[in-house]
């Protein structure tokens, strides 16, 4: 798609293309010109009007965060019933081409999309052989899911493998498109890290305005330790549960009773669950050793968050249908109630020392732009399920949680930024002081005694001076 030109853009390509010898400077205008547009929304309030009719009203353009609001005839006293945004200005991820795709979405009060809609893309796979019909079927999708839910995407065949419907309100599967699954996770992360932008600052959904800047690794802490160290000091998160436990979650469910193994040997290990971050140094080189350790951070180009996880026992953290790179539907992971999209790296660690031998021993990572906090807790969710009948069975879920921070010690910390309200009196300095020194001048004027009256000779004048001009 050719992005638009305004008059002011095209008069100056115009110029330079005049120049002669100057093919180098019109190149790099243009190239500006495609990169500014495809980082910027671009779409006016008169854009945002045309596809929102009566009974819904778009307001103007907030300042604090690039988005519409909506409101509604319906509700006249009740503000904003949703907000309409570009993901560009909030999650621009780049894609395959170097630029990043941009939707507008729009959300209710409540966290629901509304609706998804491609504006632009340059991703190769949907400029050529596909072509955009299968990306614009796939943001259809997002309409009437909720941002606190936990996003999978997969082919139709891999998620018909895994039998009856799943009705978990807590996770959602879109359809991806074949051919195009990396470029389909890009639009993923875009649509959901703007929606969770705009929720955190107008919905009250975990403002981060209202918690502390996010800590940073420290690199300069290097002191590896024993595994069995580790679990002791918070570096590696553990979870137990045996047969017996798992047994009394599903108390009173259709899922009760249904596994007899877990019956016959209520003491056994039923699962043991290990998380580890792996940025910072002392972890990811205790875990994984230098070698593994320094693959895993070459291949990590795009500097996203790192754990390595692993699972004993008779219940592993991936199922039978998990694919290398994707999500596993066992697992979650969310900050402030907020899903994260924890993903496969690919990598499958070796060697591990410490650990009773694992069924599982992956690398998960959770990208960049995702707005988390690696020195605050995080919740890592494990889902047990369980099927009752042979034909057409009963699928109850259950869920646990392991609650994990590193050592704040592995962090720093930035300092806390100012209130609002001092740094708008900081911009604001120069007409302050000026109104400061007007306000002392008047004081001091408005304190001289009553009785006191300014003559002319009082102020330095004579009465010369002010004798008709002859």
Known sequence: MTPSRTPAVRRILSAAAKIRGHRLLWLCLGWLLLCNQASAGDLSKADIERRFQPPLHVQEKLTEIPAWPLTSELEPDSGPVGYVFESVDLAPIPGFEGTPMNFLVSIDRKGNFINVELLHQHEPVFLGGLGEPPLREFVTQYAGRNIKQQFLIALNSARNRSGPADTRSDQTTLDGVAKATASVRIVNQSVLGAALEVARTKLGFADRSKRDPAARVRTDIDDPVAFAEMLKNGMVGHLRLTNAEVEKLFAGTDGAGVDEEALAHPEAVFTDIYIA????????????????????????????????????????????????????????????????????????????????????????????????????????????????????????????????????????????????????????????????????????????PAGYRSTPAACGFSASDFSPSR
């Open 277 to 448: 971050y792996l940025n910072t140094p002392s972890i990811g080189r205790a875990i994984l050793g230098d070698a593994q350790y320094k693959e895993a951070m070459a291949r990590n180009f795009e500097n996203r968050h790192l754990w390595w996880i692993a699972s004993a026992g008779r219940y592993p953290v991936v199922d039978d249908n998990f694919v290398p790179g994707g999500q596993s539907s066992r697992l979650s992971m969310a900050q402030d109630g907020f899903f994260l999209e924890l993903r496969d790296q690919g990598f499958e660690p070796k060697n591990i020392v410490g650990p009773p031998e694992l069924n599982t021993s992956r690398l998960f990572g959770v990208y960049a732009e995702a707005g988390l906090d690696p020195g605050r807790p995080l919740d890592l969710t494990l889902t047990v399920t369980r099927a009752k009948g042979m034909i057409l069975p009963v699928l109850t879920h259950q869920t646990v949680t392991l609650k994990y921070a590193p050592p704040q010690r592995l962090f720093s910390y930035p300092p806390k930024p100012l209130p609002e309200w001092v740094l708008a009196w900081q911009q604001r300095w120069l007409d302050l002081s000026i109104l400061g020194g007007a306000l002392i001048v008047l004081g001091i004027v408005l304190a001289r």
